[in-house]
């Protein structure tokens, strides 16, 4: 049966609701608006249901494709729009008018509906009121603003006769006004309902229509009337000027000015930016948004909010609690430079592969893999399965959420991701620093030193500055401060593994070495064990097995490899283990938590688990899920391997080893003779 225009719709704001991570808005719209047996819940059938699969390929091409189907089917009409719209010069003052009149009409008919920036937007102010500081008296102000006003308005009433007239634009708002009290009746109910069940924050201002207004106007109106001595009563409608294109904002414009004039002579109104108190004697403006500390408790209004709120509020407070970190600043020099590039790349007239410059911990925007590090190209690959377990460990078992099985937990919005991600690589940084001591490298965007001598430059390490902290406070807000530099910038890996190092310090990352002329990127940009293990584990040993172990070649010289000495809380499996050569530990193979890294064909890739009592669970007729993502693969689904083990071994032996993929030989190195199911999926050979 052909879906309907309505399910088609619904299904559409659904999925752009899903991908914006605004999981509160879809619940709320599940609730208000129900799915059917006709709603389209798989992403390529509604592609192919509404004939966009050609925009979706040419925008997967795009260097920065959009996330929504909604965002595409727009832009396209936008194309379309530009492409074929031929509008003279000549024609241009009667579009103008056309979208004054339109303009006027709307915001006659619907008051108070937008919120500040668009209402700057499309009405910019027709004059700024200005005080002069030599003292100007109250009577003179007063008789200047309302000689501009009304030389303004009846100026503008010559030029467009339809204007109706401002008293039925009162009569009109007072309508709005009466209308919009006897509406709020009728949905408050259903808001304490949200709000008993947590979908929303609490309580939200009386106006459904004019939250985000209201919520402005109510702070700012609660300043004023303190200052007030007469305490006068105001209508709520605080306003930033007159505006020429829309007639309602002019009435209210003048109404407000007089009533602002007759209550104390000053003038409150209130920016997208902040707060702007102008009065005849003095003028004071603050420099971000009312500070919530002069607010009382009893004053605030919540809220709904969205994500772009909640990043911009972040944003704001970290850069004020920033400052007050105590750290280090210091910017690379020439020396250190070609310290690192020797332990990284063997030599400093050595040079990064693209690979490495051009990837970051960028998320995958697939609904079922929302949790995933996309990698770009091979190399790096190291690197991000070592984060990618730590994020996967935040997400999963230290999440305040965390329940049983839960699979919700895998699908997290923009800031839980992020926040994981932070979390994550603070923790990678302060385990190398020994709980201690963290650096983070910095690109500063600017050169420290010229490149002279036996140093090759690539404007890479000249251009990057180290912060240093000694608490994990200070490192995670400065991490936060400068995330996108490693979630979206192109250097995200590179900065991370210099960090790591020089925290570790690069005389302990030689000493962790079994031979100190080792490097942590070998052969065509591949991450080496020790560098995997120094982001794992906190040292860059060189070898996977418990404790160290002594080689005697019957002489008086001995050897000593170096092991892992205690359990981590991630693993690791290795497919060299399976064919003989080498011998993964039991502090790796059995961490605190059934997450571990995969080394297998030359790559690392990602296994893990929901039941966290599997490691510990000795039931020889165990059967149990796992999830493998692999960053390279260009994964688009999920992929849940069921593994049983204490099958019978002949079911084992019957099969051609060829035809075993080698993540099945992987998890055989730690439950021998499981079987594992790829649940429908193909198998990766």
């Known amino acids: 049966m052909i879906a309907s225009a309505e399910e088609v719709s619904s299904s559409l704001v659904r999925e752009y609701l899903s991908r914006k991570g605004l999981g509160r808005t879809l619940a709320c719209m599940d609730e208000e608006h129900p799915r059917t047996e006709f709603s389209i819940n798989n992403r390529s059938n509604l592609r192919q249901m509404l004939n966009i699969e050609d925009l979706y390929r040419k925008n997967?091409?795009?260097?920065?494709?959009?996330?929504?189907?909604?965002?595409?089917?727009?832009?396209?009409?936008?194309?379309?729009?530009?492409?074929?719209?031929?509008?003279?010069?000549?024609?241009?003052?009667?579009?103008?008018?056309?979208?004054?009149?339109?303009?006027?009409?709307?915001?006659?008919?619907?008051?108070?509906?937008?919120?500040?920036?668009?209402?700057?937007?499309?009405?910019?102010?027709?004059?700024?009121?200005k005080h002069s500081q030599k003292g100007s008296d109250q009577e003179r102000l007063s008789r200047n603003i309302q000689t501009d006003v009304l030389a303004h308005d009846s100026e503008y009433r010559k030029s467009q006769p339809w204007?109706?007239?401002?008293?039925?634009?009162?009569?009109?708002?007072?309508?709005?006004?009466?209308?919009?009290?006897?509406?709020?009746?009728?949905?408050?109910?259903?808001?304490?309902?949200?709000?008993?069940?947590?979908?929303?924050?609490?309580?939200?201002p009386q106006d459904s229509n004019r939250r985000r207004q209201s919520q402005r106007v109510e702070a700012s109106q609660t300043l004023f009337r303190r200052e007030e001595e007469n305490k006068c009563s105001l209508d709520g409608h605080l306003v930033t000027g007159i505006n020429q294109k829309s007639l309602e904002s002019t009435a209210a414009g003048i109404s407000s000015a007089k009533e602002l004039l007759n209550a104390s002579g000053r003038i409150q109104s209130e920016t997208s930016y902040g707060i702007t108190r102008q009065s005849p004697l003095n003028t004071k403006k603050l420099k971000t948004r009312a500070n919530v500390s002069d607010l009382d408790a009893s004053d605030m209004v919540l809220d709904d909010i969205d994500d772009d709120d909640l990043q911009e509020f972040s944003k704001v407070s970290i850069q004020r609690t920033v400052a007050e970190c105590h750290y280090a600043r210091?910017?690379?020099?020439?020396?250190?430079?070609?310290?690192?590039?020797?332990?990284?790349?063997?030599?400093?007239?050595?040079?990064?592969?693209?690979?490495?410059?051009?990837?970051g911990f960028t998320f995958s925007d697939a609904d079922d893999l929302r949790y995933g590090i996309v990698q770009r190209k091979g190399g790096p690959c190291g690197v991000l399965a070592s984060i990618q377990v730590i994020v996967l460990k935040k997400l999963l078992f230290e999440n305040?959420?965390?329940?049983?099985?839960?699979?919700?937990?895998?699908?997290?919005?923009?800031?839980?991701?992020?926040?994981?991600?932070?979390?994550?690589?603070?923790?990678?940084?302060?385990?190398?620093?020994?709980?201690?001591?963290?650096?983070?490298?910095?690109?500063?965007?600017?050169?420290?030193?010229?490149?002279?001598?036996?140093?090759?430059?690539?404007?890479?390490?000249?251009?990057?500055?180290?912060l240093i902290v000694d608490n994990f406070k200070d490192l995670q807000l400065i991490l936060e401060q400068h995330i996108e530099q490693f979630e979206t910038g192109t250097l995200g890996c590179i900065l991370l593994t210099i960090s790591a190092v020089l925290t570790r310090s690069i005389e302990k990352v030689r000493e962790d070495m079994d031979m100190p002329t080792s490097t942590l990127i070998g052969a065509h940009g591949y991450c080496t064990q020790e560098l995997v293990n120094l982001l794992i584990c906190g040292k860059a040993i060189s070898n996977v097995f418990d404790g160290d172990l002594e080689l005697n070649s019957g002489s008086s010289n001995t050897t000593l490899l170096k092991g892992i000495k205690s359990h981590c809380d991630v693993g690791f499996l290795s497919l060299f283990e399976h064919y003989n050569v080498c011998k993964v530990g039991a502090y790796l193979k059995t961490?605190?938590?059934?997450?571990?890294?995969?080394?297998?064909?030359?790559?690392?890739?990602?296994?893990?688990?929901?039941?966290?009592?599997?490691?510990?669970?000795?039931?020889?007729?165990?059967?149990?899920?796992l999830y493998y993502y692999d960053g390279l693969a260009n994964q688009q689904e999920e992929i849940r391997l069921t593994v049983s083990v204490g099958k019978s071994t002949q079911s084992l032996q019957e099969i051609d080893n060829d035809l075993i993929p080698p993540l099945d030989l992987c998890i055989r190195t730690r439950w021998k003779d499981a079987v594992v199911d790829w649940n429908d999926t193909e198998p990766l050979l």
């Not at 009109?172 to 008993?196: C, G, L, M, P």
């Open 163 to 204: 204007m109706p007239s401002l008293q039925d634009n009162e009569n009109i708002i007072q309508k709005h006004s009466d209308k919009n009290a006897f509406i709020n009746e009728a949905t408050q109910k259903s808001r304490t309902n949200r709000v008993r069940r947590g979908m929303m924050v609490g309580p939200t």
């Open 400 to 466: 305040p959420e965390f329940t049983e099985n839960s699979l919700q937990l895998l699908r997290p919005s923009n800031t839980a991701r992020r926040k994981c991600l932070v979390s994550a690589l603070a923790e990678v940084l302060w385990k190398a620093g020994e709980e201690r001591q963290a650096t983070i490298a910095i690109n500063s965007g600017t050169n420290h030193f010229i490149a002279s001598g036996q140093y090759r430059s690539e404007g890479v390490l000249e251009k990057i500055i180290c």
């Open 591 to 625: 961490p605190t938590y059934p997450i571990w890294v995969v080394c297998s064909e030359s790559h690392f890739s990602v296994l893990f688990s929901l039941q966290r009592e599997l490691l510990t669970n000795e039931d020889k007729s165990l059967e149990f899920d």
């Open 60 to 129: 997967k091409a795009q260097s920065f494709p959009l996330k929504t189907l909604l965002e595409i089917i727009v832009k396209h009409h936008i194309e379309q729009l530009d492409s074929h719209k031929t509008v003279g010069e000549d024609s241009k003052p009667l579009i103008c008018v056309q979208t004054v009149r339109s303009t006027a009409v709307s915001a006659a008919e619907t008051p108070s509906i937008m919120d500040d920036t668009q209402a700057n937007q499309i009405n910019p102010p027709l004059f700024t009121i």
């Open 330 to 359: 210091r910017p690379m020099d020439q020396h250190t430079a070609m310290e690192l590039k020797t332990v990284l790349l063997g030599s400093s007239l050595n040079c990064f592969s693209a690979e490495w410059r051009n990837q």
